[in-house]
């Protein structure tokens, strides 16, 4: 599928015309990975973001470091995402460190890089792209934030 037809049926992009959708599928670039590549890692600067053309990824999180088991810390699946999905889109809105790590999780999984310094100045050129995609990703965000609070709520858990 093309990066223009994923990025209208995305949510992060909702709302952007026919052309600014086309300006923003003009940044990307196709990078391929395999099974078990690692795309992201947790703690590691972001600057860029994802669109899944083709394949699957996990997201993984870190269950921090087990007493007496020597190595890096265990991962543990939180997600996998496929055609059409959008990760690593916080990188947006800052260069903070990733939240988790991204594998590939079949080979010949094709992605779409849209980085972080080409996206911010074509916002620069239509503010209108940088306003409609920073609202859809608060809107995200909010959502999340709730569910989590909701979640911590009934399980007894610290939000």
Partial sequence: MSVIKLL???????????????QIAALSREVVYNAGD?????????DEMYIIRDGMVEVL???GVVPDVPGPPQLSTLVR???GQVFGE????????RSATVRCAL??????LIPRQAFWSLCDSD???????????????SFKLR????????????A
Avoid: C, W, Y
């Fill in 8 to 22: 209208q049926r995305s949510e992060l992009f909702a709302d952007l015309q026919p052309e600014q959708i086309e």
């Fill in 127 to 141: 503010n209108e792209i940088g306003h409609v995609v920073m609202r859809n990703i608060a809107a995200d965000l």
């Fill in 38 to 46: 690692i795309i992201i890692k947790e703690n590691e600067p972001s």
């Fill in 147 to 158: 569910h989590r609070n909701l979640q911590a709520r009934l399980t007894g858990e610290p």
């Fill in 81 to 83: 995402l496929g055609q």
């Fill in 61 to 63: 999180v870190s269950q």
């Fill in 107 to 112: 080979d010949g999984t094709v992605l779409a």
């Fill in 90 to 97: 916080i990188a947006l809105v800052d260069r903070g460190a």
